[in-house]
């Protein structure tokens, strides 16, 4: 007598972006093996892009069209208006066992949450409760964290609150940036999610509560933070640039031109002599040397007990120009020693 094969998981996907679209993609090729039924996906509803601002879909309806699966984008679930109650019926109607939910942009109210039968499980890219929000990896890097990594999460009322199933770490390298960081998560994330499908009831029993008291609040980026303020350390500017690559990007203004400074490394300032803050100390084939500023953690013979820095500028570009190499910049001249970076269009020399 053969044993009846249970039912696959009826499961909805939630997500917009890449980094959800890559754990859609595994998910697809997957499903025999998890015994899962991808019954519909979830995305926000497409957007005007680009300088034509012709509409665009999400990477994850790219996916799913691309697999004849069948996709929703309602703007809303609030039972208060129509079509967030019209949403709510319809992800009804797919009898839903389980909800996976990756960077999808928008809330889940709980009487949403509650409509599949294991509930909705959140892909969430921070080691939780380190980072709660919608930057978590940038947040990450401009924190100066040594290591980041994968979450799942039964999700519940609260930003990103819900008990934790599964945890996967990675080490943040000196020289990661939020896009290498963005593509390795989402790798992360779309493997962690089958391991825990693969065993869904064992981690949902043995799901663990999040400490509040370590909890920070991973705020939306805004292009505002990618003006760089010389008066920090070398160190804290060195963090903003890869921590914003490539969105929004680090600026500055340099004789009354914006410019975007695309990568480089700290240093310290053997001179006792303070340097004006945002000076251009040197150009180089290697960097443009530019003065920053003191740096608590680091001493020396100064009588003040802290040493100034200098951030070393490896590749930069002009409004309207394409990027540059320290060489290509020191064969030019567009910069000169003595120049000074300023936070501010209309700042002189």
């Known amino acids: 007598m053969t044993t009846p094969m249970t039912p696959p998981l009826r499961v909805i996907f939630a997500g917009t972006p890449e980094f959800a679209a890559k754990s859609l993609s595994v998910l697809i090729e997957q499903q025999e093996q998890l015994n899962i039924d991808i019954v519909a996906v979830y995305t926000q509803p497409d957007r005007k892009a680009g300088r034509g601002q ?34 709510r019926e319809t992800l009804r109607s797919y009898q839903p066992d389980v909800m ?60 990103d609150t819900g008990d934790m199933l599964y945890k996967v770490s990675c080490p943040i390298a000196t020289d990661t940036t939020a896009a290498s960081l963005h593509d390795h998560l989402a790798e992360l994330g779309a493997g962690a999610i089958v391991t825990v499908l693969s065993d869904l009831p064992n981690y949902q029993a043995n799901a663990k509560p999040q400490d509040d008291a370590l909890a920070n609040y991973a705020q939306k980026l805004t292009k ?4 760089i303020d010389w008066n920090l350390s070398a ?12 969105w929004p990007g680090t600026f500055s203004f340099l004789n009354g031109k914006r410019v975007k400074i695309l990568a480089a490394y700290p240093m310290m300032l053997n001179s006792s002599a303070q340097a004006p803050i945002g000076r251009v100390i ?68």
Not at 224 to 227: A, S
Not at 332 to 339: H, L, M, V, Y
């Open 54 to 87: 012709k509409l665009a879909i999400s990477a994850v309806k790219e996916v799913a069209l691309a697999n004849s699966i069948a996709v929703q984008q309602p703007s809303t679930f609030k039972q208060s208006v129509t079509e967030g109650l019209n949403a």
């Open 100 to 159: 996976i939910v990756a960077a999808y942009g928008l809330i889940l109210p709980v009487g949403v949450l509650s409509i599949p039968k294991f509930g909705c499980l959140n892909i969430h890219a921070s080691l939780l409760p380190r980072h709660r929000g919608a930057a978590p990896i940038h947040r990450a890097l401009l924190a100066g964290d040594n290591e980041t990594g994968i979450t799942i999460m039964q999700m519940d009322q609260g930003l």
């Open 224 to 227: 505002d933070e990618g003006l």
């Open 235 to 246: 160190h804290l500017i060195e963090r903003q640039i890869r921590g914003l690559n490539p």
């Open 282 to 349: 040197s150009v180089g084939k290697k960097a443009v040397l530019v003065a920053c500023g003191t740096d608590a953690n680091n001493t020396n013979n100064n009588s003040n007990g802290v040493q100034q820095t200098a951030l070393a500028i490896t590749a930069l570009q002009f409004a309207g120009g394409k990027p540059m190499s320290a060489e290509q910049i020191c064969h030019g001249n567009q910069i000169s020693d003595g120049d000074v970076f300023a936070n501010d269009s209309r700042a002189e020399n």
